[in-house]
């Protein structure tokens, strides 16, 4: 790319008092070092209910908009993913269309948010956005200092940001030849 590539990390969470919050930091500290510019957006931020039409905003849109790649952080609640990350989701307007998007779930328990993580993927396909491998999966976060100081979190961080990369700019490169 020619220009910083611009990233969008969403907190699919309106939860007072959530532990996902604890990723945003060093994802968004790994992306600086890439030199991208980067964005947070929070769900708690935004209307929530389904039937309210301010939910994903004209202003939440146009952020989107000049996005060149996301990164999603998905708790996992009750085997799935937050409703209000879904309503955010449900308000794009094409944003996401040809647009890599990567995934952190994020649980308490063992399992790293994977049954979140699945869960976005039909959702995604559906946006005709481009899911990246691999996927960040941060189990046991209430107990961990730094999410990302087990190696094997940074590891997968770093991988998901190159992928992103790759992506942002392969399919920048096709949307301008649309």
Partial sequence: MTHPLELVVILGT??????????????????RNRDWKTTVIEAADHAQSATDGKAGDEAFRSQLATADAFVLIAPEYNHSFPGELKILLDRQQGEFAHKPVGLVGVSAG?????????????????????????????????????????????????????????????LATARRRR
């Fill in 110 to 170: 063992s399992h790293g948010g994977i049954r979140a993580v699945e869960g976005l993927l039909p959702v995604l396909y559906t946006l005709r956005a481009v899911s990246v491998l691999p996927q960040v999966l941060i189990g046991g976060v209430g107990g961990l200092d730094d999410p990302f100081e087990p190696e094997r979190h940074s590891k997968q961080l770093d991988a998901m940001l190159g992928e992103l990369e790759f992506y942002a700019d392969a």
């Fill in 14 to 31: 309106a939860r007072e008092g959530n532990q996902s919050s604890r990723v945003v930091p060093g994802i968004v500290d790994a992306a």
